[in-house]
C-alpha cells in the first residue's frame, strides 16, 4: 500500500524546470525592445547609460548589451539630427533688427551725399531731404526741372537731372519710386486735361532722364503722378502752392523691398 502513495505522489508533481530558460527568454526579449528603443532616440548618451546598466544586470558588465557608440560624446546622427541649424524667433527678431540698423544707416549715407550736392550747388531753397518710415524722400521743386503747365524738363535744368541720378547709383541698388504732384489750381490747356495728367507725365519724363545713367537698373524703378491730392502745405497762397508744385524721389527701405 505505501508503494501505491509513493507512485501516486510522484504522478502528481509537475516538472516546472522549463520555466527558469522560458523567463530568460522573456528578459532578454524585454532588454531587446529596450536596446532597439533607445537606439531610436537621438539622446547617444542615455542610450550608452542603459545599455552599461542592462550588462551589469545579466552579464555582469559584458556580453552582448556592452554597446560602444561610434560616435564621440556630444555627436549625433545626422541622420537623425537636420543639418540645418533653426533659428527661434528670439535670434530671428534680432537679425531683423540688425538688418534695420544697417539698412537705416546706408539711407543715412545717401541722405549725407545729397545734402553735400545741395549745399555745393547752392540749391537749399529748391532740394531737401528727409529721412521717414518709408525711406529717404528727395523733394525737388517744379521750378528747378520745369516751367508751368509743361511736364517737359527745360533744356538748361538737364545737367541738374543727370547730377541728381548719379546720387541714385548705389551698390546693391534699392526700389526707387518718383512721383510728380501739383497744386490745386486746375489746368486746362492743349496737352494736359488735368493736373493728374501733369503730375504723371513729370515723374515719367523725369524718370526718363534719370535713367538716360547706364548705372542705374530701370527694373527698380517705378512712376506715379498724384495730382493735387497730397499737399504738402496748404494751397490758400502762392508760396505754399509752389511748394506743393514738386517731383519727389523716395529711396526705399531693403527690407521692404
Known amino acids: ?14 516538472d516546472e ?6 523567463a530568460d527568454l522573456l528578459t532578454l526579449l524585454l532588454a ?19 545599455s552599461r546598466a542592462f550588462n551589469e544586470m545579466f552579464t555582469g558588465g559584458t556580453g552582448l548589451l556592452d554597446f560602444q557608440s561610434p560616435m564621440k560624446d556630444g555627436q549625433t546622427d545626422s541622420s537623425i539630427v537636420p543639418k540645418k541649424n533653426i533659428p527661434n524667433k528670439e535670434t530671428k527678431k534680432m537679425q531683423n533688427e540688425a538688418a534695420l540698423k544697417r539698412d537705416q544707416q546706408e539711407l ?29 524722400l528727395i523733394s525737388i521743386r517744379d521750378n528747378v526741372l520745369f516751367n508751368s503747365g509743361s511736364a517737359e524738363i527745360r533744356i538748361q535744368d538737364l545737367q541738374t537731372a543727370n547730377e541728381i541720378a548719379e546720387l541714385l547709383v548705389m551698390d546693391p541698388p534699392r526700389n526707387i519710386i518718383i512721383s510728380g504732384h501739383t497744386d490745386n489750381i486746375p489746368i486746362k490747356n492743349s496737352r494736359y486735361g488735368s493736373n493728374w495728367e501733369l503730375s504723371v507725365m513729370r515723374a515719367v519724363n523725369f ?3 534719370v535713367l538716360h545713367n547706364k548705372s542705374l537698373d530701370p527694373r ?38
Open 1 to 14: 500500500m505505501s508503494k501505491r502513495r509513493k507512485k501516486k505522489h510522484h504522478e502528481e508533481h509537475m
Open 17 to 22: 524546470s522549463w520555466l527558469i530558460p522560458y
Open 32 to 50: 531587446l525592445f529596450i536596446v532597439l528603443f533607445a537606439m531610436s532616440s537621438v539622446d547617444v548618451k542615455k542610450f550608452q547609460l542603459l
Open 108 to 136: 543715412k549715407d545717401v541722405q549725407k551725399k545729397v545734402n553735400n550736392y545741395i549745399q555745393h550747388k547752392g540749391l537749399s531753397n529748391k532740394l531737401q531731404t528727409s529721412l521717414t518710415d518709408e525711406g529717404l
Open 207 to 209: 524718370m526718363k532722364i
Open 220 to 257: 527698380w524703378f517705378s512712376a506715379k503722378g498724384y495730382g493735387e491730392f497730397q499737399p504738402v502745405v496748404s494751397n490758400k497762397d502762392p508760396e505754399g502752392r509752389s511748394k506743393n508744385r514738386r517731383v519727389e524721389i523716395l529711396i526705399l527701405p531693403r527690407s521692404g523691398s
